[in-house]
Every structure is written in structure tokens, then in C-alpha cells.
């Protein structure tokens, strides 16, 4: 018989976003990961509420195991969606789910979107879950290589998310499980960023789950880390055989920081942002220019020895007037223009969904847009024609109206364009 014996959880922000839109939840025998997506926070709130349907456990009744894992993402679908129903703040609010459960000898999942499950057997490293994402969808139909899905600038439009319909398909596979298998459920913030081939080196790598874990943030967070990340890692052993001396068999969740560990008591899980996360189409702005998501390497933080804190401390003295004034003005500029910019509207995509901003579609240096969500419908943008499509690519400035009803005929199927 097997259980789970030891176990390491580690969720981060990304260098790119202020928010956590992830949640994670990780008591044995149920394992999970979500990623929300929706702005104001509402994506941070759509995983959180999935996370709190795992948090009750499998449905208690007869059926079996992925019958009732595929209950509880429906139910988490259920609760996301009504929320996103009745508060206006949290409307069009979605998330992954990918929710394990650790059997007397085997291994089941349920899951909708892209955040994965892999396991490292042996020395195999292996996904086990297929993403419900456009490119992966483009590689089943022979029309993208793996590869070219990998670096594809729209890798991270879902296909399928919790919140968007009354109802969701999930898909649930079981595997037999073994003894010393490793099991990372993640997030996109991770794979996206980090090849699979490092990730296998890794894990392969490290010394315990705790390492294993921080090594993977950390790598995701090298290349850049332009989104959240939320690694869940954890080994099964078989009770009926003796431990390997000097291993402990108790439960290892080591809290990465002070944060994490709130986060943890809060809901079992951890929070946060993902505007252009896994389910995150890219948005508006950053649509033209998608191909930065990856790999950047940019430089370790490292904390200022006295010596060079006095040195800028110094440096900043010396900064002339002229500038100041420059950088005052840039931002007076910044912020009339972006008072202007909340009285219009316009219509993209987000997370491969129709969608209305308020704004306009531009983004300031400093990671600051002049654009915020308004609502996201239950249109794919991959179901319209080529001319609908191109009114949401155009991003035209209309009242809000006007955009708004532009919408809502794309959701009735009324709209006059081919
Ligand atoms: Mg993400």
C-alpha cells in the first residue's frame, strides 16, 4: 500500500507581477494546483475558490475516484462561475485546475486547462496530463511540432477554464503508482518558463523535495519568471517496505517564506496573479509583442554590501534638477493620460476569450497599462470568423456601449459580421 512521504509546496509571484494569482493545495491524499485568471484580483479569487472546493475532499458517495475528482472540478466550476455571475468585480473570473489523488496503488487526476502534472520514475521524467491549450490543440491536429508549440508566442491562451460555462469537461486519468515515484503538479509559470529537460534535471538532481522545489522557483524566476509560479512536489512510499535508513517519513512542507506560510494557513493554499498567465491570453498590449515572455535572463538579485549602499546613497545626490523635473513631467504626462484613458473602452482577447477593456491599449514603461478588464465573455476567439476576429485584434476605442454590445451579439450569435 502506498502513501505519501514527504511532500514540498513553494508558490512565487514571478519578477513580472505584483500579485499571486496561484493557489495551491497539498494535504495527503489530495493534491492540487490553480491559476487564476480575471483582473482586480479576481483571478487570485477564482483559484482560491477552487482550492477551497479540494479542501472539502472527494464527494462522499459511491463512484469511483475520478467520477468524484471530476465532481469536485465541477463543483469548483460551479462555484467560480456563480461568483463571477453576481459580483460585478469578479465577472468573467477563471482558473486552472489540476487536482491529484494519491490511492492504496495508484495515482488519479482530474484536470481543465494547462497547469500540469509530471512524474519522475526511475530516472523517467514524464507529463502526464495533456494541456486544454491552443497550442497544444494545434499539435494534436499535426499543425504545430512540440517544439514550436513550446516557444509559440500564444502558448498561454487556454482552451477550457473553471468559471466560463455552466458547465466543464475535465479530463481524469489513473496510473498505477509505485514506490519512490516523484510528482510535481505546477503551474505555468514554471513551464513556461523552464524547459521541460531542466525541469527533469532538477528534480533528478536535487537532494530532497524541499531543494527540488526552491531549485525549480528559482530557475523560473532566472529566465525571468514573467508569471506566477507554484510548484507542488511530493513522493510516495510503500508502507509494507522499511524506509531507506537516515530518510525521514514524516511530511515535509517546508514554507518557502513567511508569505507562503500565511497563505498556507489562510486556505491550504496560496494565492495569485496571472494577467498573462497559463489561461492568460496575452493581453491587449503585450499581444504585439508576445515573444518576451521566455528566457530572459536577467541579473541575480543580490542584497547591497554597506559599501555600495553608501555609494549610491552618494550617486543619488548628484542627480541634476534638470532630470528630476524631466521625470516629474513624464509622469504627470502619464497619469493625465491615463485618467483619460478610463472613459473608453475597448474589445481583445484574454485567455483566448472575447473581452471588453476599459482604456486603451497601450502599456507604459514600468509595467503599468493604460487598460484594465471590464468583463470576459465565453467566446473563444478561435471560434469567430476572420472578420470578427479582427474586430477584437483592432482594438478600435469605442463608449463602453458600444463595446459591450459589440460583445454580447458575439455571445448571441447575432452579430452581422460574416
Ligand atoms: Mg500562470
Known amino acids: 500500500m502506498l502513501r505519501v512521504a514527504d511532500h514540498f509546496e513553494r ?3 514571478g519578477r513580472a507581477r505584483r500579485i499571486n494569482e496561484d493557489s495551491f493545495f497539498a494535504r495527503a491524499p489530495l493534491f492540487a494546483v490553480a491559476d487564476g485568471v480575471g483582473g482586480a484580483q479576481a483571478g487570485e479569487v477564482a483559484s482560491h475558490l477552487a482550492v477551497e472546493v479540494i479542501e472539502q475532499g472527494l464527494p462522499e458517495r459511491a463512484g469511483s475516484i475520478e467520477e468524484r475528482l471530476r465532481e469536485l472540478v465541477s463543483e469548483a466550476n460551479a462555484r467560480i462561475r456563480a461568483l ?7 465577472a468573467g473570473m477563471a482558473s486552472t485546475l489540476t487536482v491529484a489523488y494519491v490511492g492504496e496503488h495508484e495515482l488519479s487526476v482530474a484536470h481543465v486547462g494547462d497547469s500540469r502534472l509530471y512524474r519522475l520514475r526511475d530516472g523517467t521524467f514524464e507529463r502526464l496530463t495533456e494541456d486544454h491549450s491552443l497550442v497544444e490543440e494545434l499539435v494534436r491536429q499535426g499543425k504545430l511540432t512540440p517544439q514550436e508549440a513550446d516557444e509559440h508566442p500564444q502558448r498561454s491562451i487556454i482552451t477550457r477554464a473553471l468559471g466560463l460555462e455552466a458547465g466543464v469537461e475535465s479530463d481524469s486519468h489513473t496510473w498505477p503508482a509505485r514506490d519512490g515515484d516523484v510528482y510535481l503538479l505546477c503551474s505555468d509559470g514554471l513551464t513556461s518558463m523552464v524547459a521541460e529537460e531542466q525541469v527533469a534535471g532538477i528534480l533528478g538532481g536535487a537532494g530532497s523535495l524541499p531543494d527540488a522545489g526552491r531549485e525549480l522557483v528559482d530557475a523560473a524566476n532566472a529566465a525571468g519568471g514573467r508569471d506566477n509560479i507554484t510548484v507542488v512536489l511530493f513522493r510516495l512510499e510503500d508502507v509494507g517496505a522499511p524506509a531507506p535508513s537516515g530518510e525521514t517519513t514524516e511530511h515535509v512542507a517546508v514554507p518557502a517564506s513567511p508569505g507562503i506560510e500565511q497563505e498556507r494557513t489562510a486556505a491550504a493554499v496560496a494565492g495569485a496573479a496571472r494577467p498573462t498567465g497559463p489561461a492568460v491570453a496575452p493581453e491587449p498590449a503585450s499581444a504585439e509583442a508576445p515573444a518576451t515572455r521566455r528566457r530572459h535572463p536577467r541579473a541575480p538579485r543580490r542584497p547591497p554590501e554597506p559599501a555600495r549602499r553608501g555609494r549610491r546613497r552618494r550617486r543619488r545626490l548628484r542627480v541634476p534638477t534638470g532630470l528630476l523635473v524631466a521625470f516629474f513631467i513624464v509622469l504627470a504626462i502619464a497619469l493625465s493620460a491615463w485618467y483619460a484613458s478610463q472613459t473608453v473602452y475597448f474589445v481583445g482577447a484574454k485567455d483566448g476569450f472575447v473581452t471588453v477593456y476599459r482604456g486603451m491599449p497601450y502599456d507604459l514603461p514600468a509595467g503599468l497599462h493604460l ?8 467566446v473563444p476567439i478561435g471560434e469567430l470568423s476572420p472578420p470578427q476576429r479582427r474586430l477584437v485584434t483592432e482594438h478600435k476605442l469605442r ?4 463595446a459591450q454590445e459589440l460583445v454580447r451579439q458575439m ?8
Open 11 to 13: 508558490t512565487d509571484p
Open 371 to 378: 487598460y484594465s478588464t471590464n468583463y470576459v465573455s465565453g
Open 411 to 418: 455571445e448571441t450569435g447575432e452579430l452581422s459580421t460574416p
Open 399 to 402: 463608449s463602453r456601449d458600444d
Open 84 to 90: 463571477s455571475r453576481t459580483d460585478e468585480q469578479r
